[in-house]
């Protein structure tokens, strides 16, 4: 780290002049902003332009604010160029040459920032790593590309990794951070691969294929700009922790434009928080299940056994013969109409089964025979006139009776009905699944009320595949979409508002306030809804058949095959990152491997990348978690950790009334930062009562000092301690739980611990 304070003048002076520019630009969006806010009426014309002056406003806004922090952080200085800036954002003087301040770190002329090396420095002189803290440059760390320059330089620094080491040594604050003032090279790659076609990351703990999968979104966002900002990005994550732990490193690349999302939440209108057994989650997971729900659609197709009597207007009764109700069946399972598009068929064919029946006792011409009759017509045995027929075929469309009749041969049925339905009953259960056995069919058992599990939400897709969707489920969409846009338009305000820089905050800027004054998010909302002017991530939240214009998994190795169908369905175009760990996996209907479960979709046509640098775990610690990794599977190799802490991972043994002050001592010897400890799921409960100061939970708040939490929970996350109870029993509570022992070990970036409780 180089603290030359000559330097650390000059490039204060130029980060001042980036700053200076940067307010420029967002008090001229702020103030259109709210000149557009306070109009009112006017022509549609006028009114659809000024709605997407306020989206492009709102945006400008909001991601001027959100590079506030660390919006320069790099320069590159060259053997025969001008000197280039690296940051956030590019940023433009406003003369008339509109000259570069400033180099999106995205852009082609940013990558030697992160590729050039001493050995093929790419035109390259010095490479500088320019720390702020809020708007101050607090140091520099150089790096020089070639020997003669070397010797001449006051922050001669060879091994390159300076900042990367101060970055990797910082307390963690329960929130993830962005990397990209150091990122590394073989991230590099992924992060900018190509948009088409599969890319897999396989990385073992540690390696930053989350960081990696964040900031390819942000890449492929910021150079396919055109193509994904109308398609929008979806990035799925194991859980809602999670999700939160990554939430901010989007807007700290100023990019808001993606839709984070749980499998959990992957069907609009379901948010799946119910629980159950892995057991039961793994048998949802089976492709089989696409069998399973076709089966339980045909099985809603009632064939009666006995003739149904069907009372009409008028007292007489009607007989619908079980025959003619399969005849209507097979012909319109010929046709290949999914279930609720083909209730209409249906109804005509018994309409005019039953009109025919009428007919035949009313309608049959006494003289058509008979040429002295009253009749005109001769010969032909007449049945009734076509407009006859008609006129009982509407009618019979009105009789309650049948109405009901047919509600119950072919009901019109709602995904969830579907589902919920099977699962309630174990005669519907027993006729669709006779690929189980008994076992497994009565753990898929359960009341129909209590909400949805996350491994429901792939088999909702899957029935609303099966069952098409009739008006009444459209018209509940667009009440969907509309609650979205309103809780969409107030987050909107609020990031408008929350992203100010703390300069402008300290000056309440008083036309953006005057901003959101002027406008509550219903009405905002309703302006997008009037212009159809909404995000393309807004929109895709609210549309099941929504297709993404990019897909990128995290612990992607964690999904069921009925997950990756239902992912397949939102990517026609196969454009998609999977990231993840065959050697973490967790679940039990994950995988251990990626060609099995990418071959139905793609073939061999995917790419592998391979991350093999661990960033966060020390050496140490990696040394303890890799005998755990021999077990799992001898032919991994764990990752190489980047750094040594020269502290050795402790062991202990205690009883559990012990362990509330083992945790105390070790996150007093933590100083600022987070302690994680990490329990067999059985123990949750009884640890929580031990270590009352300990949060735990659903979704516990990750910002806490001190974070109770199973496997499961952890996984993706990461604390400075980490302290793993039971190492034992963690590896006894399931069929994986040498992967989930290897999870647990790998979630700290300083000191690791484990207690073994004594039986008491
Ligand atoms: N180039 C980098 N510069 C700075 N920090 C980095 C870099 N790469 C990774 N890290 C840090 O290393 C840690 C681990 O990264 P990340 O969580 O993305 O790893 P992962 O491969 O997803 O791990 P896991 O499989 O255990 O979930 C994070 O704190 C991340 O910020």
């Not at 490479?127 to 006051?154: C, F, K, Q």
């Not at 045995?381 to 006129?391: H, K, R, V």
């Not at 009789?399 to 709602?414: A, F, K, Q, R, S």
């Not at 667009?478 to 703390?502: D, F, K, N, P």
């Amino acid at each position: 780290m180089s603290s030359n304070s000559a330097d650390i003048a000059s490039e204060q002076k130029y980060v001042s002049r980036l700053y200076d520019r940067l307010d420029e630009m967002r008090e001229k969006a702020a103030g259109r902003l709210a000149v557009l806010l306070r109009q009112a009426g006017g022509t549609p014309q006028a009114r659809s332009e000024r709605e997407s002056g306020v989206t492009l406003y709102t945006e400008q806004v909001t991601q001027f604010g959100a590079v506030e922090n660390g919006l320069c952080f790099g320069r590159l200085d060259f053997h025969d160029d001008e000197p280039r800036y690296i940051g956030r954002i590019g940023l433009f003087d406003d003369s008339a040459e509109y000259r570069s301040l400033l180099v999106d770190w995205r852009a082609p002329a940013a990558r030697p920032f992160y590729l050039a090396t001493a050995a093929s420095p790419d035109g390259v002189r010095r490479r500088r790593n320019i720390r702020t803290r809020l708007r101050e440059v607090v140091g520099l760390h150089d790096e020089v590309l070639d020997i003669e320059a070397a010797r001449d330089s006051a922050h001669e620094d060879l091994t390159g990794e300076a900042a990367l080491l101060s970055a990797l040594t910082a307390s963690r604050t329960g929130r993830m951070r962005d990397i990209v003032a150091t990122i590394q090279a073989e991230q590099d790659h992924v992060i900018r691969a190509p948009l088409d076609g599969v890319q897999v990351v396989q990385g073992g703990p540690g390696t930053g294929k989350t960081a990696v999968a964040l900031h390819r979104a942000a890449y492929l966002l910021y150079t396919h700009r055109r193509e994904l900002s109308t398609r929008a990005v979806l990035i799925v994550g194991p859980n809602q922790t999670f999700l939160k732990y990554i939430s901010q490193v989007l807007p700290s690349l100023a990019e808001t434009g993606v839709l984070l999302r749980t499998v959990g939440d992957l069907y609009p209108g379901v948010s799946a928080r119910r629980t159950e057994p892995v057991e039961v989650a793994e048998i949802k997971g089976r492709t089989v299940m696409a069998e399973v729900l076709a089966a339980a659609v045909r099985d809603r197709q009632r064939v009666p056994d006995e003739p149904l009597p069907i009372k009409i207007t008028g007292g007489e009764t009607l007989m619908l013969e079980p025959e003619t109700v399969r005849k209507a069946r097979e012909r319109i399972r010929r046709l290949g109409k999914q279930h609720n598009l083909s209730r209409q068929l249906f109804d005509t064919e018994i309409v005019h089964a039953l009109t025919q029946q009428i007919a035949d006792k009313i309608g049959h011409d006494p003289y058509a025979h008979d040429a002295l009759g009253g009749d005109d017509a001769t010969g032909d045995e007449q049945y009734m006139e076509e407009a006859d027929l008609a006129e009982i075929r509407r009618e019979l469309r009105k009789e309650p009776e049948l109405l009901g009749t047919l509600d119950w041969l072919w009901p019109v049925l709602t995904p969830e009905q579907l589902v919920a339905g099977l699962f309630a009953s174990p005669q519907r259960l027993a006729t669709a699944t006779p690929q189980l056995t008994d076992e497994e069919r009565e753990l898929l058992r359960r009341e129909p009320r209590g909400g949805f599990t996350p491994a429901d939400v792939p088999l909702l897709d899957e029935a609303a595949e099966l069952l098409g969707e009739d008006e009444a489920s459209a018209a509940a969409a667009a009440e969907r979409l509309r609650r979205l846009e309103v809780a969409y338009a107030a987050g909107a305000l609020e990031i408008a508002l929350g992203s100010r820089s703390i300069d402008v905050e300290d000056e309440a800027e008083p036309e953006l306030l005057a901003a959101t004054d002027l406008i509550d998010p219903e009405r905002l909302a309703e302006r997008h809804e009037a212009s159809e002017r909404r995000t393309a991530a807004q929109r895709a939240a609210a549309d099941r058949k929504w297709a993404f214009g990019h897909v990128i998994v995290d612990e992607a190795q964690e999904l069921s095959p009925m997950t990756w169908r239902l992912l397949m369905r939102r990517c026609p175009s196969r454009s998609m990152t999977l990231v993840g760990d065959v050697a973490q996996t967790g679940d039990l209907s994950g995988t251990s491997s990626w060609a099995p479960v990418l071959e139905p979709y793609v073939g061999e046509r995917w790419r592998l990348a391979e991350l093999t640098v661990n960033y966060r775990t020390p050496a140490e610690i990696m040394a303890v978690a890799g005998e755990v990794l021999a077990e799992i599977d001898p032919t991994l190799e764990p990752p190489r950790s980047v750094r040594e802490s020269g502290v050795q991972p402790w062991e202990r043994t205690a009883d559990l009334a012990e362990l509330g002050e083992i945790v105390r001592a070790e996150a007093a010897a933590m100083g600022d930062g987070r302690l994680g400890v990490i329990v067999p799921i059985g123990l949750l409960f009884g640890a929580g009562r031990a270590v009352p100061e300990a949060v735990l939970g659903d979704d516990p708040d990750l910002e806490s000092r001190v974070v109770l939490l199973t496997v499961k929970q952890a996984k993706g996350l990461e604390f400075d301690h980490v302290i793993v109870v039971e190492p034992d029993r963690i590896v006894a509570e399931s069929r994986r739980g040498k992967s989930d022992l290897y999870v647990a070990l790998t979630r700290a970036t300083q000191r690791l611990g484990t207690v073994t409780l004594t039986a008491s």
